[in-house]
């Protein structure tokens, strides 16, 4: 018998979130079968299994963040799996929430009926009350009588036994001189749960009653569809889309104020993790570690859009996604060789300032996790066809949650392209471990003044606003405004790139 523990999957990281297991207990797995789907901090990672045979347990329900290390699915023989559970070491139980039990369940004091669901209980047995005791009298023949008929109702271990005491016998006898003292009613000492045989907890595991405490569903309203009763994860599920179509379509009750229906609840709250988690702590390292200048620039792109309009019809590009983006990349690498310090990196440790000879191009995709920013390694060595593909490539594995961490790691220059949502330009953060990042705008139609043998005429251009931002620590102005004219210029004259 084997125990996966979740490994480290690149970048240091120290944590991740189980998704959606692949196998389920029985079945039989070889050597590099996909057994899970994880979210790192930056991606959606399948992990094969590095061992072959039954699965013997999922150790970590889906949902949870999990440190590295940790071990997630056993696996073992046949007969490992065919072994009884009461050979497991009792080291091994469950905790147990006391602030939560049953205490008329008498599993929950070590029965061992009903262990494997939460809030199991015997309805049959209705309500349980001790015998109400009263003054110490050794002497008298009831005391003693009662004393023993409340010591006998309870079993060892804790169980209670099914002969109770009657509740209303008095202790001492009525002839006594000693008056009795007022007692508390029978019902307070006996747990709400058990005074009344209807109120039996739902049958539901674990993972079931957190996924419905999570959706705010009441477990005994609901009927369960598994064996013996027992509510599943469907179930709860169901009962969640038949309250949310409920809701919306419930009618405002009869007050002497307006009320607004809302499907719903008014408020939710979502988990901070994964690619968000690592976007934020990235940003706020770089927004208050890196001083940030923003500068901007509006440029007539019209002769790009046509470049852009010929590429698209040449026989290699046929297969190719061309779009001004690939253009921008090209004419970002290009001005680099200008500027280099625009491809270099802060190193605030060594108080050096590191200059890369290489360009690792990362563009910034939008993704149902959170931004992901993935790199072409060596993109400066591509040409402009194997630069196509990999933008198309990377681009569609990001959008799929499935950039591997690799992927994002070392790059030199990002392009954020927010003009794909129609927003015409920003103020972008650095990544950290960059000096520079662009903001590509959106191409709009606009009236443009365009001077033609030397008489100045206003005519519709395509035009585009770029916004660079960069660590002024080793990065002037005078550097940063020559670097974005620079990619202006091949914007605006794509034969420019010839100079460079």
Known sequence: MADFKLPDV??????????SWKVKEGDVIEINDIIVEIETAKSLVELPSPYEGTVLALMVAEGEMVQVGTPIISVGSASDAAAPAAAAPA???????????????PAASGGGEGESLVGRNKAERGPQRRARRGPASPSTAAGAQAQMQVQGSFAPGGAQSEEVAAADEPAVPATSARPAP??????????PAAQSPSEVRALAKPPVRKLAKDL??????????????????????????????????????ATGVLQVARPGERETREPIKGVRKMMAQAMSQSAFTSPHVTEWITVDVTATMEFVARLKKRREFKDAKVSPLLVLSRAVMLAM?????INSFWDDAAQEVVFKNYVNLGIS???????????????????????????????????????????????????????????????????PGEAAILCFGAVRKQPWVVSKDGVDEIVVRDITTLALSF?????????????????????????TALLF
Request: proline residues 5%; charged residues 20%.
């Open 365 to 431: 995709a939008a993704t149902p996790r959170g931004l992901v920013v993935h790199n072409i390694k060596d993109a400066d060595q591509l040409s402009m066809l194997g630069l196509a593909g990999a933008l198309a490539s990377l681009t569609a594995t990001a959008r799929e949650g499935r950039t591997q961490p690799a992927e994002m790691a070392g790059g030199t220059f990002t392009i954020t392209n927010v003009g794909v949502f129609g927003v015409d330009a920003g103020t972008p953060i650095i990544n």
């Open 10 to 19: 690149g970048e240091g990281l120290t944590e991740a979130e189980i998704v």
């Open 182 to 191: 007022a007692a508390a009613p029978a019902e307070a000492l006996v747990p």
């Open 216 to 253: 705010g569903i009441d477990l005994k309203t609901l009927t369960g569809s598994g064996r013996n009763g027992v509510i599943t994860r469907a179930d709860v599920e169901a009962a969640t889309s038949t309250a949310a179509s409920g809701t919306a379509q419930a009618a405002p009750a």
């Open 337 to 341: 060789k200008r500027t280099p310090e």
């Open 91 to 105: 080291a091994a139980a469950p905790e147990v929430d006391l602030s939560d039990m049953d205490l008329s369940n």
């Open 471 to 495: 660590d002024h620590r080793h990065i002037d102005g005078e550097k940063g405004s020559r670097f974005l004219a620079d990619v202006a210029g091949i914007l605006e004259d794509p034969g």
